[in-house]
Every structure is written in C-alpha cells, then in structure tokens.
C-alpha cells in the first residue's frame, strides 16, 4: 500500500511560476512510476506528466515544454515545475502511483493523493 500528499498548489498570475510536490510513504515506490493528473471544474481528468522508475519522464502536449517532473531517487517526493502558466492550467492537481498499463490512462492508476489546487488568474 501507498499514501500520496500533494503540496505547493496557489494563485498565480499568468506566466507565473509554482512546484507542485508529491510527499509519497509505502512499499514498492522505487519501482514504479508517479504521475500528474489534473482536473479542471467540469472537465474529465487530463494527464499531465509522469517519471518512471528508470527515471524517463512523460509529458501532455499541452505541458511539454512549460512542465518539468522529477523525484529523488526513492520516489518518495515527487515534482512538478510549472512555469509559464496559463489560465487553463487552473485545475485540481493530483499525484497517483502507476500500476500497470498506458501511463496516460488514469485507470491504470491507484493510491491517488487528495489533490491541490492551481488557479492562474489572466
């Protein structure tokens, strides 16, 4: 089992900056991949960013090159640098801990964090 707590959600102003962290605890951590998921008001949940355990890093089009994730070396804290933020980036944003699968799939998912709120104001 896992527990996943996410910190550093804000306001921000558009093209502002914020680092979102993933505080993880349990077993087996160092051998899978975390991700980002976030969740706009009456928007599905969209994919965001992931790290696997060999440390390569995943993006959604709509992040790459704006979002950097990174962890140590355990997957114990887990990172998400935003920068360049838009008004669109304003959703929930939750960490999960991979199970199996595509790593852009939210059902291939379990032990998701409670979530924190970015809203970038235009």
């Known amino acids: 089992q896992a527990q996943l707590a996410e910190s550093g959600g804000g306001l921000v102003q558009a093209g502002g900056s914020l680092t979102l962290a993933c505080a993880a605890t349990?077993?087996?951590?160092?051998?899978?991949?975390v991700g980002w998921f976030r969740r706009a008001p009456g928007e599905e949940r969209e994919f965001v960013a992931v790290?696997?355990?060999?440390?390569?890093?995943y993006y959604a089009d709509s992040v790459k090159g704006r979002f950097t994730i990174s962890s140590d070396n355990n997957r114990h804290m887990v990172f998400l640098q935003m920068n360049s933020l838009k008004p669109e980036d304003t959703a929930v944003y939750h960490c999960?801990?991979?199970?199996?699968?595509?790593?852009?799939?939210?059902?291939?998912?379990?032990?998701w964090g409670q979530g924190t709120q970015v809203t970038v104001s235009s």
């Open positions: 999960a801990l991979h199970r199996m699968g595509l790593y852009d799939r939210a059902r291939n998912y379990d032990y």
């Open positions: 790290i696997t355990s060999g440390f390569n890093t």
């Open positions: 349990g077993s087996g951590l160092s051998s899978s991949a």
